[in-house]
């Protein structure tokens, strides 16, 4: 690289339509297109392939579910309930927040049902009234039929007689599945009586996603304002909610926190670090103006290329200012060892070859996160290169134009302590070093020995316990059974997907028989056309001939009107209820989630399943039917955790060793060696400070361990490539530690588990690599 005036008059002439290039973009980007904002930690992990169509079965059916929002409204009195969620829906029925709000139900949304399935009703049966067709047991249909009759609290007459002869259709629509057992039809509005409570259900659709900031914002404010008018017309009611919104509200809310106490925190300490070190404002203006040129940058490109930006992208991004200013500070710190005599160019040059091997070091760190194929983390490592590349470019460009000799000469107290440090590693010889050395791997072997792995999904979640709480007395109010696990059932056609939906649901009854209704399918609602054709030949065969004559005598109908409804209801016509049909009416609103359509070449039906169900014996239904595939994806997702963590600790080894070999071959075996041993110690160290302390290992903390090893060797690098004096390298590298376990060490205190395993790593293995290496002064030799 050329270090002559003209040279870095160019280079800052081209940082500088950098920079306005930069800032520019970033504000046209803040006022004329919004950033946006993910707060879906899940979005971090790999998404499905298009060929994988159970996997992307399940993303769209959790993205249907995400939007959704139960709210219960209670009292010890049903009518303070009611008038309370009047109030409350007033405030909350606004179209331009929630697509749909379900709460007043009126007479022609009740009859909506039977009017729908009428005109099928002598092919749609309950499943135990289809079963007895189905064996010959039409008699007990009959007997059934004759026992309802004569009833006291019939609901029979003479119209549905001529229509519904044996009133099976009555007992399909009364026994058909409900997602929420417990919830019955009081006043127009759906309640249920639960210790000494009426609550009233109010279920809402947001017309955003759950996940934007925006959408939680505006909805969460609405949602208060209902509940503050609501309390104060009637203090005494309570009011229970679920739904992602509120737990992604939750998140959101954490990370803003962690952003604003990881960016103020460096910063501050960052200023005062420059303060007490050079005594002087200008090195803070610069050095901040280092970092913050990094974070907007990479800011600015990260949010252009992956169109929206994680919120963990932007904790991370926080902390990464105490890495961007390391540059600043050993250019820093050759110009106060410099001292009056010291010129740009010359500290430049005498610096250039550490910074930028260290920079080449830590973009490979990144460039090997980049290669997971979790989104997440590809956003991390983008915003990372970016941020410390321009970070860098700045020092290199900018720097020399703006940086003078000192006036004047001092000695702060940062230089005694590094003084210090550094004369106590001079007085360290190599058998000394040999046995600091043979200490660290026995602290790391018994360290690692207790060790334990966690792969769990859960470590993602940090909730607060008030959510979760009412989202247990809700499930248990509204009798809502239904788990996070499910089938997705496939076909080449609708009707093959409805067929086996149906053979599925024959095993779970009969595997689960002792479990009540153990799942909720579709094929209760709309039957494959195959078993709709069957029991209409059966009802006509069975049911239709002398039989419904004999049975018209029976209870008295005359003859010749017995004729006449025979004849009218073998007039019918078979036209069966198709899928489409059931999709596009009314009645399907609160099911049609059951239902995903065609995804790439096949159609695609979802089978909610109970909560208290063998995890085995569902996994082995699955395995059995090659059209099923069982979907837990609590545990699906702990197994990606398990697999790419397993792979990028094997990665970290090949890196280990192929680092090994490149500085064996550019040092000699001798000094290559010693020139390793610090980066690999700072790695097993924090593996054993986490053993012995029961902090658990996990994905996030193997790539962080990533990081450790590329801000390990940066350190050892500024030692080994030193030109001048091993004073303004100490200083630097000190400066450097100390910025650097701020914001990273504040990573560890976050609220997020996420982010705290990974903090908590990178403090343990950046305090160790700072503290080793200097030890690569007792094999370089005195200066």
């Not at 749909?100 to 009126?106: D, G, R, W």
């Amino acid at each position: 690289m050329v270090f002559s005036s003209r040279a870095f008059k160019i280079r800052f002439i081209l940082w500088l339509f950098l920079v306005v290039f930069v800032l520019a973009f970033f504000v046209a980007r803040l006022f004329f297109s919004p950033i946006l904002f993910n707060t879906n930690i899940m979005k971090l992990l790999p998404g499905a392939s298009k060929y994988n169509i159970p996997q992307q079965s399940g993303e769209i059916f959790s993205s249907r579910l995400e939007n959704q929002i139960i709210f219960l409204v209670g009292s010890p009195t049903q009518k303070i309930s009611e008038k309370a969620a009047d109030v409350f829906f007033s405030v909350l029925n606004d179209k331009s927040i929630f697509k749909h709000i379900t709460y007043l139900t009126n007479s022609q949304e009740q009859m909506a049902w039977g009017d729908f399935y009428f005109p099928y009703r002598l092919f749609l049966f309950s499943s135990a009234q289809e079963k007895l067709l189905h064996t010959h047991h039409a008699e007990k249909i009959v007997q059934s039929a004759l026992v309802s009759l004569y009833s006291p609290t019939s609901l029979v007459n003479s119209n549905l007689l001529a229509t519904d002869p044996y009133f099976t259709f009555l007992h399909f629509i009364t026994t058909l599945p409900r997602p929420a057992s417990n919830v019955s039809l009081f006043h127009d509005r759906l309640m249920v009586h639960y210790k000494n409570q009426w609550y009233v259900m109010i279920t809402a659709i947001l017309r955003e996603n759950s996940f934007s900031i925006t959408a939680q914002n505006k909805a969460t404010q609405l949602i208060s304002s209902a509940k503050t008018k609501m309390l104060i017309a009637y203090p005494q009611v309570n009011l229970l909610k679920t739904g992602y919104l509120f737990f992604a509200k939750a998140g959101s809310d954490m990370a803003r926190h962690d952003i604003s106490t990881i960016g103020i925190g460096s910063i501050i300490g960052i200023i005062l670090l420059m303060l007490i070190t050079f005594r002087s404002i200008s090195p803070i203006i610069f050095t901040l103006l280092s970092g913050a040129l990094g974070f907007i940058t990479a800011f600015v490109l990260t949010s252009w290329l992956f169109g929206s930006l994680y919120l963990f992208t932007l904790i991370f991004g926080a902390s990464l200012i105490g890495i961007c200013v390391d540059y600043a500070f050993f250019y820093y710190a050759e110009q106060l060892i410099g001292g009056k005599e010291w010129k740009p160019e010359e500290g430049l040059q005498n610096i250039f070859r550490a910074i930028s091997l260290g920079l080449l070091n830590l973009l490979l760190a990144y460039l090997i996160i980049s290669f997971t194929p979790m989104p997440g983390l590809k956003q991390l490592a983008v915003f990372a290169i970016t941020g410390l590349s321009v970070s860098y470019a700045t020092v290199v460009c900018a720097f020399p134009y703006f940086l003078k000799a000192r006036k004047y000469v001092f000695y702060s107290p940062i230089q005694k302590i590094t003084d210090l440090y550094l004369s106590l590693w001079r007085k360290v010889t190599p058998n000394a070093l040999l046995m600091i050395y043979i200490m660290f791997a026995a602290i790391s072997v018994f360290g690692i020995m207790h060790l334990r792995v966690n792969d769990d999904v859960h470590q993602l979640e940090s909730m607060p316990a008030h959510l979760l709480n009412s989202n247990k007395i809700i499930q248990k109010a509204i009798g809502s059974k239904f788990g996070t696990t499910f089938y997705v059932v496939t076909g080449n056609t609708p009707d093959e997907t409805l067929l086996h939906v149906k053979q599925l649901s024959m095993q779970l009854n009969k595997i689960f028989k002792n479990n009540g209704r153990p799942y909720l399918a579709i094929n209760d609602f709309v039957p494959p056309i195959s078993s709709q054709r069957l029991n209409f030949q059966l009802y006509r065969k069975i049911l239709l001939g002398k039989k419904i004559l004999t049975y018209f005598n029976q209870i008295g109908v005359s003859k010749q009107k017995a004729v006449a409804i025979q004849h009218q209801l073998l007039s019918i016509q078979f036209k069966p209820l198709t899928i489409n049909k059931w999709v596009n009416s009314t009645v399907s609103k609160s099911l049609r989630f059951l239902w995903l359509g065609k995804i790439s070449h096949q159609y695609v039906s979802i089978v909610l399943l109970a909560q208290d169900l063998n995890i085995h014996k569902l996994q082995e239904i699955a395995s059995n039917n090659k059209f099923v595939t069982y979907i837990n994806n609590e545990k699906n997702v702990s197994h990606i955790f398990k697999l790419y963590r397993q792979k990028i600790s094997l990665l970290l080894c090949l890196i280990y060793f192929v680092l090994l070999l490149l500085l064996l071959w550019r040092y000699g075996l001798r000094k290559g060696f010693i020139y390793f041993l610090p980066g690999l110690s700072s790695g097993l160290l924090s593996l054993a400070v986490m053993g012995l302390f029961g902090i658990p290992l996990t994905l996030f903390s193997v790539l962080a361990l990533v990081l450790v090893l590329g801000i390990s060797m940066d350190y050892v690098l500024f030692f080994v490539e030193t030109r001048t004096t091993y004073r303004s390298t100490i200083l630097a590298v000190t400066l450097s530690a100390i910025t650097t376990l701020l914001s990273f060490g504040l990573l560890a205190l976050s609220s997020t588990p996420v982010v705290h395993f990974f903090g908590v790593t990178l403090l343990i293995g950046i305090l160790s690599a700072f503290i080793l290496a200097p030890s690569v002064i007792a094999v370089r030799g005195k200066e």
